[in-house]
C-alpha cells in the first residue's frame, strides 16, 4: 500500500536535514505509529507523505502510484491528513461547511453531501457543532472538525499527526474506538503512546530525522531502555507508580 524508499527533506534555509535515509513500507489495514521526541521529524514525514511538502531525494509509492507533481491530485482523493496544528485544517466559515467541502469539490450532490456530513459528525459524537462558526471553536473541538472533515471522504489511506491532542478523557477515548473499527491503513505520529499501545501494531520510532527502530508495537513500547535512548519514556500505563 505503502514504500517509502531513500526518502531525505531539507527545509529551505536549514542546514540540517529534518529527514535523513527513512525507508519503510506499509501494508494495506496496518496501523502504524510514529513517535519519537520534539523535532525528530514525526510532522514533515507525515507532510511529505501527503505531498503537501516535496522531499529532496526518494520516492514514495501509494498503491502502485509514484508520488509526484502530475499523480499529486489522482492520490489526494486515496489520502487523508489531520494536521498537527487544527488551525491549519479548517478554513470555511461553518462547521458544516467545513465538513462539506471535500465531497462537494468531487461533486457530490447537497443531500447526499449532509448525508455523509452527518454521519461524520455523529461518529465523533458532534452533531451539536455543525452550524457553529469553525474559528470559534475550542481546541478539542476543532481537533475533532478536523478528523470528521476527513473521516467524511473515507480515505484509503489516513495520516494523522497527534489526533489525540487537545481532546478530553472522554472524547480520547471515544476517538480511539472510532479509529480502531475503521478498516483504513493509519500512519498516526504521536507522542501518545498509550493510544499508540491500543490501536497499532507497529511502531517507527524516529530520532533526529532517521528511523532508529521500527519494530512491532509491544517490543518497542515496552523497552524503556530504547525509548529512553530516542528522548521518551515508557507509555503512562506501563510506569511504575
Ligand atoms: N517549516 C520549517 N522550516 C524549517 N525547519 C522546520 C520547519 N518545520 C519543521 N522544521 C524542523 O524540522 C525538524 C523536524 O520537525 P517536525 O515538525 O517534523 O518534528 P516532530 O517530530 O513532528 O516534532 P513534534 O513532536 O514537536 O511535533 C525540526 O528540527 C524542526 O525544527
Ligand atoms: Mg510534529
Known sequence: MLKVTNLSVKYDL????????V????????????????GAGK????????GVLSHDSGGIVIDDIVLEKKTMLELRKKLGMIFQNPDDQLFMPTVYEDIAFGPRNYGSPEAETEAKADEALSQLNISHLKRRLSHKLSGGEKRLVALASVLVMKP???????????????????????????PQTMIIATHDLDMALDLCGRVILLKEGHIHTDAPVNDALHNAD????????????????
Open 156 to 182: 484509503v489511506l489516513l495520516l494523522l499527526d497527534e489526533p489525540t491532542s487537545f481532546l478530553d478523557p472522554k472524547a480520547r477515548r471515544r476517538l480511539i474506538g472510532v479509529l480502531d473499527a475503521l
Open 43 to 50: 510532522s514533515t514525514l507525515l507532510l511529505v507523505l501527503t
Open 14 to 21: 536549514s542546514d540540517e536535514y529534518a529527514l535523513k535515509g
Open 226 to 241: 530504547l525509548l529512553e535512548e530516542c528522548g521518551l519514556e515508557l507509555p503512562l500505563s506501563l510506569q511504575k507508580r
Open 23 to 38: 525507508e519503510f513500507t506499509v501494508q494495506s489495514g496496518e496501523r502504524v505509529a510514529v513517535i519519537g521526541a520534539n
